[in-house]
């Protein structure tokens, strides 16, 4: 299992954008799968975007052509683009790191990062 350190949340206007990032320590970052997950309030923790080691994405319906899941292997980081934000997006956003057989399984997660949208 990695350290994951996520950063970037805060407030901001509907309409705004934001970016998070997760640095990960202690894995080989290169080859496994990461994800962004949020919690909304009331709600369960629910995927919003995952990518592999090899860069493909999936996202949920609810942010598609809105954010953006990217990584720099390099740094050891993933990023989450946000644009078009929505009151609806407020949540804390974790940071994960998937099963490199199974991007369902969650082996490892963040701290959270908490990101408001205020209408």
């Known amino acids: 299992q990695g350290q994951l350190v996520e950063s970037g949340g805060g407030v901001v206007q509907a309409g705004g954008s934001l970016r998070l990032s997760c640095v990960a320590s202690g894995i080989i970052f290169n080859i496994v799968p990461m994800g962004w997950y949020r919690r909304a309030p009331g709600k369960q923790r629910a995927m919003v975007a995952t990518?592999?080691?090899?860069?493909?994405?999936n996202y949920a319906d609810s942010v598609k052509g809105r954010f953006t899941i990217s990584r720099d292997n390099a740094k050891n980081t993933v990023y989450l683009q946000m644009n078009n934000l929505k009151p609806e997006d407020t949540a804390v956003y974790y940071c994960?790191?998937?099963?490199?057989?199974?991007?369902?399984?969650?082996?490892?997660w963040g701290q959270g990062t908490q990101v408001t949208v205020s209408a």
């Open positions: 994960a790191q998937l099963a490199i057989s199974d991007l369902q399984r969650v082996v490892s």
């Open positions: 990518i592999t080691s090899r860069g493909d994405t």
